[in-house]
């Protein structure tokens, strides 16, 4: 995605070796280069980035508000590049919404009038576009507010308008730029929650651009990191976390609280290693039903480790991990609880956090509830940038 | 540094329009004169106050209960200082422009707003028409779109566009960017995000852009008003120019209240139209406590309600207020419009009123513009103008008058008693002439308190009157307007300052103020102009009765300053009342200034009946007929005329089938039939005593008076004379008598016919050639050409005839009323000749138009001829 005189030429030169900095030189600004990110169906992808590094252009891409200079956006099938601007209108109204920053809600119209503007659009009759609206109001928790003006609300339950208002068309995919970004951080936190909650039951894609990591950690499925308009890494929280592609991933994976990002299930070793040694009392742990009856505690793969940290402390023991059929899969020690926790980027390489280097970032997928599997025939959102 | 004749490539511009795009400009006046004369019909007709209801239920919707009062109160005021119509037309000229504007500047605005490249080529046009001073296009709009409101429109158009435009365009832009793609997010339609996002966002600004125009577009009406586009502009313009400072006062006053009305209304209107202002609206009355009926406003419906309830109050009342009659003018106009232009100065104002009330008596409309010289040439010479009553030439309006002169035709001077002159206080004791000014140049402070630069008296005076009394150095004129000149006239007399003014007479300043008017005895100054009335170039073709009685207008001194000075006491606004009351007092002037051809002639005694009336093909007997066919129309008789021989004629006269006939030749001509049928006959009564019959010759042929003469030049004659129809019995009186006894004998006398003889007199005539033909008195051919009557010294034609009036037996007591008439009846030689000189003129078939043109030309004749009680 190139803005400036004659994006083609520097398409090409792009092409040829030039970089950013170059084009800048001479007057274009090259926002999107080389980006390709694949969203899956029912996914919450992040794209996470600084304020320049593309993130907002790339999301612009996805519903045709730009166009890119070059390279193809590829939504449910079609070629979102090829069609022309009244087919690309039929699909933003249809199937995908958008939730701003600054809420861009319409000051000349009620909270109810804002949220069925979708509908409206769309050429919804009032009567059901009303009923519509009234209910997107009630998930987003705004019941008794839909004769309210805009102006007269909280930033936080603007936002909620302007999330009701994506909702109420029933779209399948959800552009979301930086929605949360001019919230308060305790309001923030709770549209977060609400977020993850209203996911649950609706499933709907979306792509959620931030700028805050931690945001990102919590909300993504997949976190593509941009920087200087290309994806440095693509992955889930854990892989970032813990694999940063390069210095720079790493470097804004610092001030993450590790804790409350990395799992139990990212960080356990095998429960070979426990099984044969002995416990406090004496007690050999011969079997996994000895080590889960002799562990100061017993874990979800997907508990985030800040909450190992009290058992850990209380025996000797290590943590035991189970899976949802209470299946002991592994253990967390103590030394290795402190190990990732201390390590804290200093040393972003495998060899400190060997253990989950080999697992797939697909394996993520069913590493939160309700999440559908991996699903990559025809059908699943395949988005690409360039 | 060459010259770049910008000027003159805008004057070639001008003038290649008015050229060539005529129709596009006559199309525009014709749509925009329509628009206006819509509204203004609509608002014009409802009683003043019912509107000022209207307006009042308005301000109540709008701002609530006390401006809805100071609204009513406001409009009263107007009415009551009579400037309501003036306002009404303001109020219309400044709703077309401003609907024309906003129809033109907002979609434009839209299209800046959403081009970059059309935003910046707008951008500097638009600085144009702001900036550009509007009295440069006001000229040339008149050239292209004549006298009136037009120009006023465009110009108001032109003037108030901007600032709509860019309100617009910066209202669009305003709008959160965020918004709009939000609506394009969501898969709007452009357009749709045009009017459901955009515009209803950017509707605050853009109402105040509207409010913008409208305001501009009220100040630009005064100016219009210089243009002709009446209204309070015209008040305002008239009081500056006449330096009323009453009607000044009422009419800036009329303004003010229009333009607060205006202003608080449109700023109010974007409470009511955009969602926005709704919504402030709404806070601001859930906020408010107490008072609260102050605040209230009638919901949209309730207002309408309202509104349609007065208008139809209005409507009705116009309805039935329409009973009464135009008035009771004469019928010449027939109701045709006919404008009259002046430059507002009291002679002119006084003349064009006095036009205005004859012309309305005489059942025209006139229409007044009152205008500066420079429009008012330049409209005349478009044709907006039909006259202008105060042309002063040749010198003050010289260059007027030189510049259109081809597009004018000169109706002629109606007074000649003006000068130019320099004037001062009579105070200033020992100033007494242009002489004692030398010298003074300390005490005047070295300058002369002039008018326009551009007037032909401040350019003699400085090329000329100046030099010739060596007063160059010591005084400088200063530029300046009449009105200024008038005030600081004023000022100056009040403190008992020496001034010296630029003036000229006929001037009411000289009423007003004890003024000395300094001799000239050097002649500097030249003689003084003329008063002239001057017509648009072929108005004395379509209005020759009109034109004629303007040609034939004359005024002196002192009928003009009684005239100024009755107008003055009457009172601006009542021009008209005391033009009456000067015609009151000059009875019978309206008649004699302007005799109608249709003055309401009261019907005679018989009238309805239908005497019939013979005549002969001989000048004098269809003259006469026609004209009593005329006369007895004005009457209320039906004649019916028989144009017959000479024979059947007598026959019908004594058989009763003719009743009358007005050309009978006793005692010799016709003798022989007198004597034939006299009993059955009866002498009504000669009227004319003067026939002769004789030879005449043209007067450029020297030497010839007598018939003696004749004889001694026969070779100049070339032994000929041109006779007619061989049987009459001047022929047989010729041959007989008259040519032996001068010895004319061997003259050839040729035997053609009246009109034969009549033709060959004029070919010769125009060759100037010699000619002798056979001719009787009265001849019209006496009043066309200039003929000798040949003397007979031996009176050899015999005794002179008269022309009498010969009816039937049975006519006295049929007709006593019209044989009455007849009796008293009579007709000088150039009475006679002029009618049928006329009648000639008008041609064949077109009698009726030549005795009309005639009986126009001699006012009071028809009571003359016909007198009824």
């Known amino acids: 995605m190139v803005f400036g005189r004659r994006p083609k030429d520097a398409v090409r030169r792009l092409e040829d070796g030039a970089d950013r900095d170059e084009l800048r030189a001479e007057g274009t600004t090259a926002a999107v280069i080389d980006a390709s990110i694949e969203v899956d169906e029912g996914q919450i992808f992040v794209v996470m980035g600084l304020s320049g590094s593309g993130k907002s252009t790339l999301l612009r891409t996805l519903n045709g508000l730009l166009e890119p200079t070059a390279g193809t956006v590829r939504f449910d099938g079609q070629d979102l590049t090829s069609l022309s601007d009244k087919e690309l209108r039929k699909v933003r109204s249809e199937k995908i919404s958008m939730v701003f920053q600054h809420f861009a809600l319409f000051p000349h119209r009620s909270v109810l009038e804002n949220a069925a503007y979708g509908l409206e659009v769309q050429g919804v009759p009032r009567a059901e576009r009303e009923k519509r609206a009234y209910e997107a109001l009630e998930l987003t928790g705004l019941k008794g507010w839909e004769k309210s003006w805009p102006d007269e609300l909280s930033g936080g339950m603007q936002q909620r308008v302007g999330l009701a208002r994506a909702l109420a068309t029933d779209a399948d995919l959800l552009l979301m730029d930086e929605s949360f970004s001019a919230l308060d951080p305790l309001i923030r936190r709770d549209m977060q929650d609400q977020l993850l909650e209203l996911q649950k039951t609706l499933k709907k894609t979306i792509v959620f651009i931030t700028h805050d990591l931690n945001e990102a950690m919590r909300l993504g499925d997949k976190i593509a990191v941009m920087r200087d308009g290309r994806i440095v890494q693509i992955g889930s929280a854990e892989d970032i976390l813990v694999t940063p592609a390069n210095d720079y991933v790493a470097s804004f994976t610092q001030d993450v609280d590790r804790t409350r990002v990395l799992t139990a299930g990212a960080i356990m070793t095998d429960a070979a290693e426990a099984l044969g040694s002995t416990a406090p009392d004496g007690k050999k742990l011969a079997t996994a039903a000895d080590l889960l009856a002799a562990a100061p505690a017993t874990v979800g793969l997907d508990t985030p480790i800040v909450d190992l940290f009290t058992p850990c402390s209380t025996s000797t023991v290590p943590v035991a991990v189970t899976d949802k059929a209470g299946k002991l899969v592994g253990v967390v020690r103590a030394d290795r609880l402190l190990a990732v926790v201390g390590e804290s980027g200093d040393q972003p390489t495998a060899a400190a956090v060997p253990a989950p280097a080999d697992r797939k970032p697909s394996d993520t997928q069913d590493k939160k509830p309700g999440n559908a599997p991996a699903d990559h025939d025809p059908e699943g959102k395949v988005i690409t940038g360039a | ?869």
């Open chain 2, 1 to 869: 540094m060459p010259r770049v004749p910008i000027g003159s490539w805008a004057s070639d511009a001008v003038d290649w329009l008015t050229a060539h795009v005529a129709w596009l400009f006559d199309f525009v006046t014709t749509v925009l004169n329509g628009f206006y004369t819509g509204i203004h019909a609509v608002l014009a007709g409802p009683e003043p106050l019912i509107l000022a209801g209207i307006f009042a239920i308005i301000a109540w919707w709008l701002r609530g209960l006390p401006a809805a009062l100071l609204t009513f109160i406001g409009f009263a005021l107007i009415d009551s200082i009579e400037q309501w119509d003036e306002t009404i037309s303001s109020l219309s000229l400044v709703l077309v422009a401003c609907i024309i504007t906003i129809a033109v500047a907002v979609p434009l605005g839209i299209w800046a707003a959403r081009s970059r490249a059309v935003g910046g080529a707008l951008r500097p046009v638009l600085d144009l028409m702001q900036t550009m001073p509007a009295m440069v296009y006001l000229i040339p709009g008149i050239l292209f779109f004549g006298l009136g409101v037009v120009p006023g429109i465009v110009s108001t158009i032109v003037f108030s566009m901007p600032p709509a435009v860019r309100m617009t365009e910066l209202g669009i832009r305003q709008v959160d960017e965020e918004l709009v793609e939000a609506a394009e997010a969501f898969g709007t339609h452009p357009r749709r995000t045009l009017f459901r996002v955009q515009l209803p966002l950017a509707l605050p600004t853009i109402m105040a852009g509207i409010n913008q125009v409208i305001m501009l577009a009220l100040s630009m009406v005064v100016i219009a008003g210089t243009a002709g586009g009446g209204g309070l502009g015209g008040s305002v313009y008239n009081s500056l120019s006449s330096v009323d400072v009453k009607l000044g006062a009422e009419a800036g006053l009329s303004v003010v209240i229009l333009a607060v009305y205006l202003d608080r209304m449109t700023g109010a209107l974007n409470q009511r139209v955009s969602p926005l202002g709704r919504r402030a609206l709404a806070k601001a009355q859930a906020a408010l406590g107490g008072l609260k009926f102050l605040r209230w406003k009638p919901a949209t419906s309730l207002a309408t309600v309202g509104v349609v309830v007065l208008a139809l109050v209005a409507g009705g009342m116009g309805y039935f207020g329409k009973s009464s009659g135009n008035g009771t003018g004469g019928t010449d106009g027939n109701g045709r419009s006919i404008s009259l232009g002046y430059v507002n100065w009291d002679e002119g104002r006084a003349t064009t009123y006095l036009w205005k009330e004859i012309l309305e008596q005489r059942g025209f409309k006139p229409k007044l513009q009152a205008l500066d010289a420079g429009p008012l040439f330049a409209g005349q010479a478009r044709g907006d103008i039909d006259v202008q009553s105060n042309a002063w030439l040749p010198t003050t309006h010289a260059t007027y008058w030189k510049q259109y002169k081809d597009k004018l035709e000169d109706l002629g001077a109606w007074y000649d008693k003006t000068s130019l002159e320099i004037a001062v206080p009579s105070y200033m004791k020992d100033i007494k002439s242009l002489d004692d000014l030398k010298g003074k140049g300390g005490e005047f402070k070295g300058k002369i308190t002039g008018i326009e630069p551009g007037a032909g008296e401040m350019k003699i005076l400085k090329d000329k009157v100046l030099k010739d009394y060596g007063l160059s150095g010591e005084y400088s004129v200063q530029d300046s307007s009449t009105s200024s000149m008038l005030a600081e006239l004023d000022r100056s007399i009040r403190a008992k300052k020496p001034i010296a003014v630029t003036l000229w007479s006929p001037h009411w300043a000289y009423n007003k103020y004890d003024l000395t008017k300094l001799k000239d005895p050097k002649g500097a100054f030249g003689s003084g102009d003329s008063l002239h009335m001057l017509g648009r170039k072929g108005f004395s073709k379509d209005e020759p009765q009109v034109a004629r009685w303007m040609k034939n207008f004359h005024l002196d001194e002192g009928q003009l300053t009684g005239l100024e000075n009755e107008i003055r006491e009457a009172g601006n606004g009542h021009e008209q009342d005391g033009v009456r009351s000067w015609l009151k007092k000059n009875p019978g002037l309206v008649d004699k200034i302007a005799p109608s051809s249709h003055v309401s002639y009261a019907k005679g005694k018989d009238a309805g009946k239908s005497p019939n009336i013979g005549y002969p093909a001989w000048d004098e007997g269809i003259a006469t007929t026609y004209l009593w066919k005329n006369v007895l129309e004005k009457r209320g008789y039906r004649p019916k005329l028989h144009n017959l021989d000479v024979g059947p004629m007598w026959t019908g006269l004594s058989t009763g089938q003719i009743d009358v006939e007005t050309d009978g030749w006793l005692p010799v001509a016709q003798k022989q039939y007198w004597d034939k049928y006299k009993k059955d006959l009866v002498d009504v009564g000669p009227w004319y005593d003067k026939t002769s019959l004789e030879l005449a010759v043209p007067s450029y042929v020297k030497g010839v008076k007598t018939l003696d003469d004749l004889a001694k030049h026969k070779d100049e004659f070339k032994g000929k004379i041109i006779g007619i129809e061989p049987g009459t019995g001047e022929m047989k009186r010729l041959k007989s008598t008259v040519a032996p006894a001068y010895g004319l004998e061997d003259f050839q006398v040729t035997e053609a016919g009246t009109s034969a003889m009549l033709a060959e007199l004029q070919r010769a005539y125009q060759k100037k050639e010699p000619i002798a033909v056979v001719l009787w008195s009265p001849h019209w051919a006496y009043s066309k050409y200039d003929l000798t009557k040949l003397k007979d010294p031996k009176g050899t034609w015999g005794a002179n005839n008269h022309i009498t009036t010969i009816g039937n037996k049975s006519f006295p007591e049929k007709f006593p009323e019209f044989s009455g008439w007849l009796k008293n009846w009579k007709m000088t030689p150039d009475e006679l000749g002029s009618l049928e000189k006329d009648i000639q003129d008008a041609g064949k078939g077109n009698e009726d138009k030549g005795v009309q043109k005639w009986i126009d030309a001699h006012p009071g004749i028809v009571d003359k001829m016909a007198p009824v009680k």
